[in-house]
Each structure stands twice: as structure tokens, then as C-alpha cells.
């Protein structure tokens, strides 16, 4: 049974079908299509070779200039504590990715929050610590940061 193996390329020197595949894929996904053959059309490449290559070609430019971070936060069950959390990461202009909030129980409630950051900085993470000062913010633990 042959291993599969990921080669990291320049869509430059691909064939130009793959970076095709990959925007019919965005199309799709952003509903500027609402088919698979009007976004095939489109892009000017067969339904088949879309079907050939979907499950093979990705992009990962994201994975090599953006960071993915997993914190866990216990916040005070008062108004505005999680949208102000919420407002400060968006200040250090990280997508949220996830939000995971439990029923308040004894005036707390925990939160999971997966983020993308964009900065391309060492000081990330430390900026992300002083979510720590917000208001009702009890509790900060990073689970993992990739």
C-alpha cells in the first residue's frame, strides 16, 4: 500500500487546473456560486477535473503565516463580561473561530475560545495575556498555541 506524502509547491509552477480546483472550492464555500458546474464555468475547468484533483489539491497559506490559539476563560456571570472578551480579541484583530460557553453555575461561567492571529509577531501571545485585565475576567488558561 503506497504511503501518501504532502509536497509544499509554488502554485506558480503548478499546473494552472490546480489553482483552479482551489477556487471553485472557495467559490463554493462563500456561496458566490450556486452550483458546482456555474463555479466550474466560471473558473473554466470540467466538473471532472474538479472531481479528480478536490480531495488532493489545499491551500496552506493560512497554516504557514497565521497562528491558532486555544484558551480556556472563567468569567463573571455579569452583563457585557464575554462581549467585551470578545471586542478585545477583536482588537488584537484575531478571528474567532470558536465559542464554547457553559451555563453560569455560582455567578462563573467557562468559556473555550479557538482564535486565528494574524499578527506576524513574537508579542502575540503576551498581548493576548492581558485579556487577564478586562473586567469579570477571572481566570485565563492557553491550551495549545500552534
Same mark, same amino acid.
Given at each position: 500500500?503506497?504511503?501518501?506524502?504532502?509536497?509544499?509547491?509554488?502554485?506558480?509552477?503548478?499546473?494552472?487546473?490546480?489553482?483552479?480546483? =482551489?477556487?471553485?472550492?472557495? =467559490?463554493?464555500?462563500?456561496?458566490?456560486?450556486? $452550483?458546482?458546474?456555474?463555479?466550474?464555468?466560471?473558473?473554466?475547468?470540467?466538473? /471532472?477535473?474538479?472531481?479528480?484533483?478536490?480531495?488532493?489539491?489545499? &491551500?496552506?497559506?493560512?497554516?504557514?503565516?497565521?497562528?491558532?490559539?486555544?484558551?480556556?476563560?472563567?468569567? &463573571?456571570? /455579569?452583563?457585557?463580561?464575554?462581549?467585551?472578551?470578545?471586542?478585545?480579541?477583536? $482588537?488584537?484583530?484575531?478571528?474567532? =473561530?470558536?465559542?464554547?460557553? /457553559?451555563?453560569?453555575?455560582?455567578?462563573?461561567?467557562?468559556?473555550?475560545?479557538?482564535?486565528?492571529?494574524?499578527?506576524?509577531?513574537?508579542? !502575540?501571545? !503576551?498581548?493576548?495575556?492581558?485579556?487577564?485585565? =478586562? /473586567?469579570?475576567?477571572?481566570?485565563?488558561?492557553?491550551?495549545?498555541?500552534?
Amino acid at each position: 500500500m503506497k504511503k501518501s506524502q504532502l509536497i509544499v509547491a509554488d502554485a506558480d509552477i503548478l499546473p494552472e487546473v490546480f489553482t483552479k480546483v =482551489l477556487e471553485v472550492k472557495r =467559490l463554493i464555500v462563500c456561496k458566490d456560486e450556486k $452550483s458546482l458546474a456555474s463555479a466550474c464555468k466560471r473558473v473554466g475547468i470540467s466538473r /471532472s477535473a474538479y472531481y479528480k484533483y478536490k480531495d488532493s489539491v489545499f &491551500s496552506y497559506e493560512e497554516l504557514f503565516t497565521r497562528k491558532i490559539v486555544n484558551m480556556y476563560l472563567l468569567l &463573571s456571570d /455579569s452583563p457585557g463580561v464575554l462581549s467585551n472578551a470578545l471586542a478585545f480579541l477583536y $482588537s488584537l484583530r484575531a478571528n474567532i =473561530l470558536t465559542v464554547n460557553q /457553559s451555563i453560569p453555575v455560582d455567578g462563573v461561567a467557562t468559556v473555550n475560545i479557538s482564535i486565528r492571529l494574524t499578527e506576524d509577531d513574537d508579542k !502575540e501571545l !503576551e498581548r493576548l495575556n492581558s485579556i487577564r485585565e =478586562l /473586567s469579570g475576567v477571572l481566570e485565563l488558561r492557553i491550551i495549545s498555541a500552534e
